[in-house]
């Protein structure tokens, strides 16, 4: 039983497509870090520009390319938070069970949001209205 459940994805998919499939499956893997990596960024840099989150080093990598930022707190953050994750979970049949997580993590930053914007005070916001 236990065997079956391991290999029941590569059984499910034909012999000779395997390595393509691994490859689609890796690359995918890829764009979505790389996703979460820009879109944490993009948020906390937003904040810190409307003073409701502390201050980061922000670091402009592009001085052609407008918006491409790094910021190694949140990126060290970040590789700490996957290695927690990788060493708690310990086994991939754990990982498969804990699949509903982004999902919780997606609400509870849909909740924050609003809260976080709460916190900045008129003055602060401010400064960004066009008037």
Known sequence: MESDYQICFYVSIPEKLRWSVLVIVVLAAVVGSQAIITGTFSIIKQFSTLGCFSR?????TSSTIHG??????????????????????RDTRRMGNAAE???????LQAFLN????VDCSEAELSKFSKE
């Open 101 to 107: 997580t982004p999902e919780g993590w997606e609400m």
């Open 68 to 89: 491409q930022i790094y910021i190694p707190e949140i990126n060290w953050t970040l590789m700490l938070l996957c290695l927690d994750v990788t060493i708690g979970f």
């Open 56 to 60: 980061v080093k922000i670091l402009h």
């Open 114 to 117: 609003p809260v976080a914007g």
